[in-house]
């Protein structure tokens, strides 16, 4: 008998319709993916260079568990500049990518039957991490009126003598959204007063479109720093998916506990993907500028046209990559005498008719949706959006 607690753990989606987009490509069909999680742009030259200079210097071998010291420092000057936090390098550490980080986080945190807030939608891999560390995710549905961001009243509902945290993700995957400063200082004070811990998943941080900031919840005071876990990391800012470097900022205490159990697990993240970080934290931030720019432009044409499709409709996103479009008006309509009862249908049934890949919302914990990246060229997504556009006008 194998372990109940893995079986019970579903295989991510996302990652597996993007899998199954590169393998179409790479069998010359001619396929467009909207599921990639991932940046379409190369690494940044500078970047790349830091790495190869790391591998020439002979820094291949083992680090401290935490990471180099002079990743940890570059870490820390981050976290000064860019969110007005002070960590010192014994608060930092870094992992193989946020997911890790996220594990590391929730291992360090929860008991068996501890229950973790997941605000819905919710990025797929939250309740899954939540489970793998023996937690419960009691997940919160929020509402599109409050461009579903959740607020203390619904918290306030979720919450049981064995709630431990919060699972907070702004910018929001998959819905694009953003919490202001007021919206976060409510959660901070809801936290503090119920003695909960607040993880808080910043990975999309640097990519916000339009007037809105990013806020770190642990910046809002004391109290909140405490019972804050930041994860953050390298993969979306700078397009380093395929390096896998994340990272936490949490107390001391909470830091050494991850960083023992990341001693057994994985030693330290690698070296040479280490010191590209460095590179990448502390070296000229105008490849994100010129990144960031082309995402605005396709998130403004990509909800533009989501919107001329009569039947669809989505919320503006103020960060991320992602549209998360509102497909329940097609539920129920049919393509050649096969009726689309739900978002996985109506993705599988779009696949097969058009050759184009979207995530459904059910393992967003939003079934009546469907994620579209704008991780793309524009002229791949204008094609695709066309795409879908007959697809729905071909409905029935
Ligand atoms: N958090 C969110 C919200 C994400 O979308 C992702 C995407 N992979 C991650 C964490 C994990 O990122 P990483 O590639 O650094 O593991
Ligand atoms: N986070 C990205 C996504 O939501 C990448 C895939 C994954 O890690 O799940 O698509």
Aim: one cysteine or more.
């Amino acid at each position: 008998m194998f372990s109940k607690k893995v079986q019970a753990i579903s295989p991510s989606p996302t990652l597996a319709i993007d899998a199954k987009a590169k393998q179409m490509k790479a069998d010359g069909i001619d396929v467009i993916g909207f599921g990639a999680g991932e940046p379409d742009f190369d690494t940044p030259v500078h970047i790349r260079e830091a790495a190869i200079k790391a591998i020439n210097d002979g820094f291949t071998r083992y680090t401290p568990v935490a990471g180099s010291a002079d990743l940890l420092e570059a870490i820390c000057q981050k976290f000064r500049r860019d969110n007005g936090l002070q960590y010192e390098v014994k608060n930092i550490v870094v992992s193989n990518g946020a997911k890790h980080s996220l594990a590391n986080a929730f291992a360090a945190l929860l008991n068996p039957g501890d229950e973790v807030i997941v605000p819905a939608p919710y990025w797929v891999s939250y309740p899954e991490i939540v489970k793998m560390n023996d937690g419960v995710p009691v997940i919160v549905e929020t509402v599109k009126e409050n461009n579903f961001k959740i607020t203390p009243k619904e918290l306030q509902q979720a919450l049981t003598d064995k709630t431990k945290a919060i699972l907070l993700n702004s910018p929001n995957n998959p819905t694009g959204q953003v919490y202001n400063r007021a919206e976060l200082e409510a959660i901070a004070d809801f936290a503090v007063e119920h003695d909960l811990y607040v993880v808080s998943d910043e990975i999309y941080e640097k990519l916000i479109y339009g007037g809105e900031k990013h806020v770190s919840i642990a910046s809002l005071g004391e109290a909140i720093k405490e019972r804050t876990i930041i994860v953050n990391g390298v993969s979306k800012a700078y397009a380093m998916t395929g390096w896998r470097i994340g990272f936490t900022a949490s107390t001391a205490t909470l830091a050494k506990m991850m960083s023992s159990l990341q001693s057994h697990m994985a030693s330290n993240a690698n070296s040479i993907a280490q010191k590209a970080t460095i590179a990448a934290l502390s070296g000229p931030q105008d490849c994100v500028a010129e990144m960031r720019a082309a995402f605005a432009a396709r998130r403004d044409a990509m909800v533009e046209k989501i919107a001329a499709i009569s039947g669809l409709s989505c919320i503006e996103p103020l960060g991320a990559f992602y549209v998360f479009v509102d497909v329940s008006g097609m539920l129920g309509r049919s393509c050649r005498g096969r009726t689309i009862k739900t978002s996985d249908d109506f993705a599988a049934v779009l696949l097969e008719e058009k050759q184009v890949t979207v995530v459904p919302g059910t393992g967003f914990g939003a079934p009546e949706f469907i994620r579209l990246s704008y991780a793309l060229s524009m002229e791949k997504m204008l094609e695709g959006l066309e795409r879908i556009d007959a697809f729905v006008r071909s409905l029935e």
